[in-house]
């Protein structure tokens, strides 16, 4: 038998699935209402749970699941009704998971105590059980007893399955019918579970419900299941009222309908089989492997790119030849299939931002339940993808946007009220792609912010002095948000006030080569608006040159290229600007950067004007090369800051080119 920690991977990324797919649809109970639909959803995935944590050993997280699945299958069966404490002990359920589940990835083991929590969830249970049996009793007592038997229970049908006597093996065979029956049909419950079989046992009989009542799907299902290699019978019922004549109760023989229904039966099993099938079209490739196969995909962009070099010098050196023209045709599909490669590789890397946006709903209801305020989550572009290395990156700095906009940006329902706006918030996630960068905003529509507040609470803070602060732009001032230490709460709290967070978010955004504008009105809302590339893995970049030496300008930062006579340089307060369709920008030259001379001009200096949120900057270079896809290669640790730059790559030549990074030569 194989060791389990092999499939621990698995489960814990099951188990990490199940747990927000479980969270969603209690969110979607609280705030739309309970569905038969949701109700058996969540019964599947916390029993699918509790199989996969009995399996690994994990005895707590199983009981607990199965405390929820127990409750929810009286809720399934309407013997139990959805309350708003009913979903509390679901949402603490879910909590405790979490908990589980942090001491499972961390140290294999759990240590916390989740029996307290079992009984509450079997004390409520009971509770409930013990009203609705007294709701019933009542209402039996004042009908009659036609009325009685007019009740129906439709929607689920027993399947007692039983084995042949001979059958070596009894566990396998009932584990086949059972994955069968799940393919195609609800399997609602089953009895035993296998759990408490083993092969020892003198058990050779297991019942399925299912949730079929049309004759014509029964048949077709006792059909197939009797055509099963060990089936000696499948026996029929309805789940009645205790007490309720059974109107099916029959017992199919496989040895007298086999031969009869072998068409039926061939069929459903190749219906089967083809469903199976088609569930089986993903596999799970470990993130490790993905990353080794990107970085090949990138050697393979270079080398294509040293072919073509090549083949261009060749071209230039033996003109027309039979040769070079062969290598010309190589070269162009070598281009094609690499870049094709190259596509296919990224898309592997994708990974919707549902992934990341599922973690939100939650925390939002918890967040603004703490701070007594009502709002209303929106999420649009869930299905926008973006490489998994990013997401992880970005999920902390969009956590920390939602919370400032749920204490800060949302006003309280008494000033929301006084203002004339509806007591209820609304915080509004978007996200889409736009050319080669994922664009995600967080709107809220609250008080917005006060640009003269901003001022005044950076000279209170001791970050600027009152003359500084009158010299910002409306613009500059609302920035200030961003400045490490600056906070405009009036007291600490578990939230903010703290002056921690918005810093770190611009910070980690730039990380990834990233901008966050904010556009804003007072008593309107707010909007931060977050752009990042695709993938930080291969980027197109503009080539440059700067004393014979080449660097790489990432075009996402490329505003436009323009070329400018030494007469269109002017100089303001000691610092040289250019004047681009009357808006002044500051000038640099990348050689003062690195220390290198610059030649004196006297035509056209080629400029790239790049651009970082709102700012603006010129930088003249000597040579403009042109554009290419490029490779990120990281500088290594052991060369330690390097202002201005972000990594390097291989050009075609075989040379290194520097990677500028453009918010260090803002800063």
């Avoid at 944590?53 to 069966?77: I, P």
């Amino acid at each position: 038998m194989a060791d389990l920690s092999e499939y621990m991977s698995v489960y814990l990324e099951e188990l990490e699935e199940q747990l927000y797919f479980i969270e969603e649809v209690v969110l979607q109970f609280e705030k739309e209402g309970v569905s038969n639909e949701g109700v058996q959803r969540m019964f599947r995935a916390a029993h699918t749970l509790k199989g996969s944590s009995a399996a690994m050993g994990y005895n707590k997280m199983r009981d607990l699941t199965h405390a929820v699945e127990h409750l929810l299958h009286k809720v399934r069966n309407h013997e139990l009704r959805v309350t708003e404490m009913m979903i509390n002990l679901f949402f603490q359920s879910i909590d405790m998971m979490r908990h589980l589940q942090q001491e499972i990835v961390a140290k294999q083991v759990e240590t916390i105590d989740v029996n307290p929590l079992i009984e509450s969830i079997n004390e409520y249970e009971q509770k409930l059980s013990d009203s609705c049996a007294e709701r019933l009793q009542h209402v039996s007592n004042s009908i009659s007893n036609n009325e009685i038997n007019d009740v129906h229970i439709s929607g689920q049908t027993w399947f007692k399955v039983k084995l042949s006597s001979d059958c070596e093996m009894k566990i396998p065979r009932l584990m086949l019918i059972d994955a069968k029956l799940r393919v195609t049909e609800t399997v609602i419950d089953m009895k035993p579970e296998f759990d408490n079989l083993s092969e020892d046992s003198d058990i050779c009989e297991v019942s399925w419900l299912l949730d079929i009542d049309q004759d014509a799907e029964v048949e077709q299902v006792v059909n197939w299941v009797s055509s099963m290699m060990d089936v000696a019978s499948v026996e029929v019922s309805v789940d009645i009222p205790e007490g309720k004549e059974n109107p099916i109760s029959e017992q199919y023989n496989p040895a007298m309908t086999q031969t009869s229904q072998q068409g039926t039966a061939s069929d459903q099993m190749d219906a089967a089989n083809t469903n199976e099938r088609a569930k089986s079209q993903s596999i799970r490739v470990n993130v490790e492997r993905l990353e080794q196969l990107m970085n090949l995909a990138g050697e393979l962009v270079i080398d294509q790119t040293r072919i073509r070099q090549i083949n261009s010098m060749f071209r230039q050196k033996f003109g027309a030849d039979e040769l070079v023209d062969e290598l010309s045709v190589i070269s162009d599909h070598l281009t094609r299939t690499i870049g094709e490669l190259q596509e296919e590789v990224m898309k592997v890397r994708m990974l919707p931002l549902d992934n990341l946006f599922s973690r939100f709903p939650r925390m939002v209801r918890d967040l603004s339940r703490s701070l007594g305020k009502d709002i209303e989550l929106i999420i649009d572009g869930k299905e926008t993808e973006l490489d998994r290395t990013l997401i992880d990156q970005i999920g902390d700095p969009l956590i920390h946007l939602l919370r400032n906009a749920i204490d800060h940006g949302i006003e309280s329902p008494e000033t929301r009220i006084a203002a004339g706006k509806s007591s209820k918030g609304t915080v509004h996630i978007k996200a889409a792609h736009e050319d080669n960068q994922v664009v995600i905003s967080i709107e809220d529509d609250g008080g917005g912010i006060d640009a003269e507040k901003m001022r005044n609470a950076a000279i209170s803070k001791g970050l600027m002095t009152t003359e500084e602060a009158s010299k910002l732009s409306r613009e500059e001032a609302i920035r200030l948000i961003f400045q490490p230490g600056f906070s405009t709460a009036k007291a600490i709290s578990d939230v903010s006030g703290r002056g921690v967070g918005m810093d770190i978010v611009r910070s980690d955004i730039e990380n990834m080569n990233g901008l966050i504008d904010i556009e804003t009105k007072v008593g309107m809302g707010t909007i931060f608006k977050i752009r990042v590339p695709l993938t930080l893995a291969i980027i197109t970049g503009l080539l440059v040159k700067a004393d014979a030496r080449t660097f790489v300008v990432p075009m996402s930062s490329v505003a436009e290229i323009v070329r400018i006579g030494p007469e269109a340089i002017k100089t303001v307060q000691g610092v040289p600007v250019i004047t681009i369709r009357d808006e002044v920008i500051p000038l640099e030259w990348l050689h003062d950067y690195f220390g290198y001379p610059r030649y004196s001009y006297e035509r056209n200096i080629p400029v790239v004007i790049l651009g970082y949120a709102e700012k603006r900057l010129a930088l003249a270079v000597d040579e403009l090369i042109g554009n290419q896809e490029i490779v990120i290669k990281s500088l290594g640790s052991f060369i330690g800051m390097t202002r201005a730059i972000s990594g390097a790559t291989i050009l075609g030549n075989g040379n290194l080119a520097l990677i500028l990074d453009v918010r260090g030569l803002f800063h």
